[in-house]
């Protein structure tokens, strides 16, 4: 959400906008960054895409990528296991140290609904538009 400059928008201010995403939640930040910007007319689609094509709705699709949660469990799971490696093979405590680390984080990020990872894998080139 932070690359949405509400200012560069080619909409006028009293103009109704539609903002539609995946499941819903980065269209409803979306919807209130709009509205903190002075947009009046900001609708988030309930239900997102998964909504629109159950009711029938025409989609277009864009370049495909792989889910961003996939792409953290990837991430985490290469770390995890070169941690255990390199604790094994070499063996050096600092190994144990990257997976306990990596580990640590994925709890985190259950308790708090915020991950890190996820927030780092999301500004990578291959998940910009």
């Known amino acids: 959400m932070e690359s949405l400059d509400v200012e560069a928008l080619p909409f006028e201010k009293g103009d ?3 903002l539609i995403c995946q ?3 980065r269209s409803a930040k979306a919807c ?3 509205e903190a910007g ?3 007319a900001v609708v988030n689609v309930e239900g997102g895409t998964a909504a629109w094509q159950a009711a029938g709705l025409p989609v277009g699709e864009g ?3 792989m889910s961003l949660e996939r792409q953290v469990r990837i991430a985490a799971g290469l770390l995890i296991v070169t941690g255990v490696a390199i604790g094994y ?3 050096h405590p600092a190994g144990y140290g990257l997976s306990a680390f990596v580990g640590s984080g994925l709890v985190f990020a259950g308790l ?3 991950c890190g ?3 780092l894998i999301a500004k990578m080139p291959w998940n910009r538009s």
Do not use: A, N, R
Request: positive net charge; without cysteine.
């Open 23 to 25: 499941s819903g939640g």
């Open 32 to 34: 209130q960054k709009l």
């Open 16 to 18: 109704t906008l539609h």
């Open 89 to 91: 093979f070499v063996p």
């Open 63 to 65: 370049k495909k990528t």
């Open 38 to 40: 002075g947009y009046e």
């Open 117 to 119: 990872m996820g927030m």
């Open 112 to 114: 708090t609904d915020t």
